[in-house]
């Protein structure tokens, strides 16, 4: 078992193009099993800037097997929160719009090797609150939109894609 924390006041990614800075606080208590080349994640949780992101799984890579399954699950997290995390050619691309509000996820990813298929799986949920969303060149049918959601829930899946299961008090405006 090993256990500890890691935090970085100031993150600043060397690219060609500039990013914000970043700080991290990563609290995490795991194992390894060496003879069946397991990692087991009993808990990571991960601050990023003001997001929140919880982590639990088990990584399996014994010979000719490699298994990955992961939850990922976040508190409320604001939209602008995440926003802040792009760099200023990304979200300059998205001047024209605005999107406020907050959201959570859950989500569970599953890679596996041994599959007729290999490749990821995934399902989980998003859940929205108090969200706005507004532009003036919105694809397809409207040139100028909004769209408000007082509570919304959708369900998705590597095979289904999206489903939403609870929408209470959405309108176009």
């Not at 795991?30 to 929140?52: F, G, K, V, W």
């Not at 990304?90 to 041994?114: H, I």
Request: a positive charge.
């Amino acid at each position: 078992m090993s256990s500890g924390r890691l935090r970085a006041d100031t993150l600043l990614a060397a690219t060609k193009k500039p990013f914000p800075p970043l700080s991290l606080d990563v609290n995490y208590r795991a194992s390894y099993e060496l003879p069946t080349h397991t990692l087991t994640i009993d808990n990571i949780t991960a601050d990023i800037n003001q997001l929140r992101l919880k982590l639990t799984g088990r990584n399996c890579r014994a010979p000719k097997i490699y298994r990955r399954n992961h939850e990922c699950l976040s508190d409320q997290i604001a939209v602008a929160d995440v926003l802040s995390l792009l760099s200023p050619e990304q979200r300059a691309k998205l001047a024209d719009y605005t999107v406020n509000g907050n959201f959570s996820l859950n989500v569970d990813l599953t890679y596996d090797t041994t599959t007729v298929k290999p490749g990821w799986l995934y399902s989980g949920s998003v859940a929205l609150s108090d969200v706005r969303m507004s532009g003036r060149k919105f694809p397809g049918s409207w040139p100028s939109a909004a769209v408000s959601w007082i509570s919304s829930r959708a369900n998705f899946d590597s095979t289904s894609r999206m489903a939403a299961s609870t929408i209470s008090r959405s309108k176009v405006i």
